[in-house]
C-alpha cells in the first residue's frame, strides 16, 4: 500500500470520526479540540504539497467544528448560561453563567462559528461539495460569504422595510462580499510566499500595501455595518440612508 493512500484512509477516518463525535458533542472543549487539531494537519498537509485534497480533509473537520461551536454557542445563550451581547467581557459573570473569554473563545470567532451555524443544512452541506469538485481550498470565509448571500437573498424577498433601506443593506453586504474576497486573496497570497518568507520576497512592499488596504476598508465597512444596526430598530426614510451612505463608501 502506498504512502498516498495510507495518507488518503487516515484523513477519511479522521474526518468520519470527527463528523460522527461532533454530531454528539455538547461541550465547547471537544470542538475546540477537534478545530485546533485539524487546523495544525491541515496546515501541514498545505506545506507538504501533497494536494489540496488531503489539505481540504482537515479544513472541512475545521469548518464543522466551527459550526457545531456556533451551535452550542446558540444553545448556551438560550439557556442563559451564557452571556449575550459583551459576553466577551472578562468582568465578573452572574453565578453559573459563562462569558466567551471563560470558555476560551474570542469574539471574532463567536461571530464566525455563528454565522457558519446559521446556515440551512442543505446548503452548507452542498458548499462543500462544491468547493471539494472543484478543487478549491475550503476556508471558513466562504461559508461567511455564503451566510451573507443567504441574508441578501432573504432581505431581498422583504417588503415591510422602506425600498432605500433594502437597497442601502444590500450594497453594504455586497461590500462585505468584496470584503471577504480580498481577505481571501491577500490570504493566499501570504499563504504561496510563505509567512517567512514574505519579508525577503520583492512582492514584501506590494503585500504591505494590500494589508493597508484591506484595514482601511474593513474599518469603513464596520462604519456602515454599525449605521445597519442602529437603523433596524426604527423605519428609514430616503434621509436617513443618504446620511447613512455619506459616512462611509469602499474604496
Not at 474576497?181 to 509567512?195: F, H
Not at 488596504?213 to 434621509?239: F, R, Y
Amino acid at each position: 500500500m502506498t504512502d498516498i493512500v495510507k495518507t488518503n484512509e487516515m484523513a477519511m477516518e479522521f474526518l468520519s470520526k470527527a463528523k460522527a463525535d461532533l454530531a454528539k458533542t455538547s461541550t465547547m472543549d471537544e470542538v475546540k479540540g477537534y478545530r485546533e487539531r485539524a487546523e495544525a494537519l491541515r496546515v501541514f498537509y498545505q506545506h507538504s504539497k501533497k494536494g489540496i485534497e488531503f489539505q481540504n480533509f482537515y479544513a472541512e473537520v475545521r469548518i464543522r467544528a466551527e459550526r457545531r461551536g456556533g451551535e452550542i454557542l446558540r444553545d448556551m445563550r438560550a439557556n442563559n448560561e451564557l452571556e449575550g451581547q459583551g459576553g466577551d467581557r472578562k468582568s465578573k459573570c452572574p453565578k453559573g453563567i459563562l462569558n466567551l473569554a471563560k470558555i476560551g473563545i474570542t469574539p471574532k470567532e463567536s461571530s464566525r462559528f455563528k454565522k457558519i451555524a446559521e446556515i440551512p443544512e442543505k446548503e452548507f452541506e452542498e458548499k462543500i461539495n462544491e468547493v471539494k469538485d472543484q478543487r478549491q481550498e475550503l476556508t471558513s470565509s466562504k461559508f461567511i460569504s455564503l451566510h451573507q448571500r443567504i441574508v441578501r437573498e432573504s432581505l431581498e424577498k422583504k417588503t415591510d422595510e422602506s425600498p432605500e433601506f433594502t437597497a442601502y443593506l444590500l450594497r453594504v453586504t455586497r461590500k462585505a462580499d468584496s470584503f471577504n474576497n480580498q481577505i481571501d486573496k491577500l490570504k493566499a497570497r501570504i499563504d504561496d510566499l510563505g509567512s517567512e518568507a514574505i519579508w525577503e520576497s520583492p512582492e514584501r512592499y506590494e503585500i504591505c500595501r494590500a494589508i493597508g488596504l484591506v484595514v482601511e476598508n474593513g474599518q469603513i465597512l464596520l462604519k456602515e455595518l454599525e449605521a445597519v444596526e442602529k437603523s433596524k430598530t426604527k423605519k428609514t426614510k430616503k434621509a436617513d440612508v443618504t446620511e447613512m451612505a455619506s459616512e462611509a463608501t469602499l474604496s
